[in-house]
């Protein structure tokens, strides 16, 4: 505990020690929006760079174990979280394109970075309840995983949205920004909103999450999302934290099935199911998030039980204006698997992020414990929690 006493003075020392300036600007001056090109009124396109410098220290990973299976190691690993290159913008009024390439992990410790075409898109708007999207972006589930990196309120994403991102393809989470055919829209100004999406989920020769099989084949994944919000508080553009701006209050829920999941040498066949609700809010420099995520994963082998994965998270920040400064907690609960015995995790993060120049530059900070449950694989003999401190920067220009 003495690691956390230090990063709890050092929150409170930085909150009064951080200069004092305008509430309508940060110390080095508005956000950067990136490089604009204005053709006409109606074709314009954007480009921008975002790099997340990042160091960890203490124990970081299970897979990090002392020689006797015991103990977890700690390490030190510097790395670049994520380098991102945007591209996007109107060709006319009503269609919109988006582009991404991504080099994430570029510097970590037993990771290889490779470029990925993160997204890549177009979006056609018939009118304000019914535009058509095709191409590779986010699924239309999990808030915290759908709000951009750039704006996160805590440095890691939770461990079951995480995990839920891996559900429909690819366990390396690629899956998730897989090519999808999407109708969405919104009535009443914004009220209410709505996502329908289909995608390939599962493709043949990926290994899934869970099961650990190979995939022969499978049918399509249907995934759908509502978002509703009062008068007044419709949210403008989705994010963790919105640095004192304006207000929110949204209740969303989600749910996406894959069926006819097969493998290769075996006769087993799966059908997949996911559910999730989520409630966010802000007002001022107050921010509260929660969401549930529930996921199944149902064999057809006679007598085998449905593995069913879930969890939840609640976090909460405070934007203190005037110094850029904002505490932020998050608490998490993840069970892997709801058929076994104590196979469950928390995870309890404290930090704060400084806003030198909004989320164009910033640095945060997270000190992050999770402990396993008896019946977690993670839990060694005589250990059952990892403890890590994370620093990360974002320059986002």
């Not at 058509?132 to 239309?140: A, D, I, T, V």
């Not at 920004?177 to 996502?195: C, D, R, S, V």
């Not at 203190?320 to 995870?347: C, H, L, M, W």
């Amino acid at each position: 505990m003495k690691i956390l006493k230090i990063f709890l003075a050092a929150m409170l020392v930085a909150s009064f020690s951080a200069p004092v300036f305008a509430d309508t600007e940060f110390p080095l001056g508005k956000e950067t929006k990136g490089l604009s090109v204005k053709i006409d009124d109606d074709t314009k396109f954007n480009i921008r760079i975002r790099l997340q410098p990042r160091f960890d220290i203490g124990e970081t990973s299970t897979s990090l174990k002392a020689d006797d299976g015991k103990s977890y190691n700690s390490i030190n690993d510097m790395y670049l979280r994520r380098v991102r290159f945007e591209m996007g913008g109107n060709l006319t009024k009503e269609f919109k394109f988006g582009a991404e390439l991504e080099a994430d992990k570029t510097g970590k410790q037993d990771t290889t970075a490779v470029v990925y075409g993160y997204h890549l898109f177009g979006d056609y708007k018939f009118s304000d309840t019914f535009s058509l999207f095709f191409g590779k972006k986010k699924l239309p589930y999990s808030r915290v995983s759908l709000s951009s990196s750039s704006k996160q309120l805590i440095i890691e994403r939770p461990s079951v949205t995480e995990d839920a991102k891996k559900f429909f393809g690819d366990s390396t989470g690629h899956g998730y920004y897989g090519p999808q055919i999407m109708l969405h829209g919104k009535l009443a100004e914004g009220m209410f909103k709505y996502y329908a999406s289909v995608t390939d989920g599962w493709n043949p020769s990926q290994t899934t999450k869970w099961t650990s099989k190979t995939v022969e084949k499978s049918g399509l994944a249907y995934i759908g999302r509502v978002e509703i919000s009062p008068p007044g508080w419709v949210e403008e553009k989705q994010s963790d934290a919105h640095l004192g701006e304006e207000r929110h209050l949204t209740l969303a829920g989600h749910y996406g099935a894959q069926g006819s999941i097969e493998y290769k040498s075996s006769p087993d066949k799966e059908d997949r199911t996911l559910t999730g609700f989520d409630l966010s809010f802000h007002l001022g420099g107050i921010t509260l998030q929660g969401e549930y995520e529930s996921m199944e994963i149902t064999p057809n082998t006679s007598g085998t039980k449905a593995t069913k994965p879930n969890g939840w998270y609640g976090q909460a920040g405070y934007y203190i204006s005037g110094v850029a400064f904002e505490p932020a907690f998050r608490y998490e609960y993840y069970n892997k698997d709801s058929n076994k015995t104590d196979d469950d995790q928390t995870t309890t993060t404290f930090g704060f992020n400084w806003y030198p120049k909004g989320h164009s530059f910033k640095v945060s900070a997270n000190y992050v414990v999770t402990t396993f449950g008896k019946g977690n694989s993670s839990k060694l003999t005589d250990d059952d929690n990892l403890s890590s401190f994370q620093i990360q920067s974002q320059i986002y220009f």
